[in-house]
């Protein structure tokens, strides 16, 4: 019981930290993946990558989210506030990863919907 108790102290700040930075990454890969992608899609005509990376990134974004609203729900989800510093900072660090996610998950859309309406090779 007490090896786990240690284990699960010494993961929360790299899952916290995984709430920070899962949702950017899958934002800057699917951007820099779309652009790489864009003279192969032209040579190739397989349009349906550009829509594949989007639902990717999306699911990627979407994990991060998921860890951060967990580690969120492990202290109670209410707002960072007047409680003990160690409780503040896991739900700053819970709820700022989940409202990252969340953006990256949105630009992420941003980006993949011009895949829909224009072509790759214009």
């Known amino acids: 019981m007490a090896a786990e ?18 949702g950017p990454i899958a934002w800057a890969l699917h ?11 032209c040579a190739t005509g397989h ?8 639902l990717v990134a999306l699911a990627i974004s979407f994990i991060g989210g998921w860890i951060a609203w967990r580690q969120w729900g492990g202290v109670g989800r209410q ?3 007047g409680s003990d510093r160690r409780t503040s900072r896991i739900r700053f660090m819970s ?13 992420i ?3 993949g919907i011009p895949n829909f309406f224009l072509g790759a090779c214009l």
């Open 109 to 111: 859309v941003v980006e």
């Open 47 to 54: 349009h349906w990558t550009l829509h594949a990376s989007t």
């Open 31 to 41: 951007l820099l993946g779309s652009y790489m992608l864009v003279p192969w899609v």
């Open 79 to 81: 707002w960072p506030g």
């Open 95 to 107: 709820a700022g990863g989940l409202i990252l996610s969340v953006l990256s998950a949105l630009l």
């Open 5 to 22: 108790t240690s284990t699960k102290r010494t993961l929360q700040p790299l899952l916290l930290w995984a709430g920070w930075v899962v």
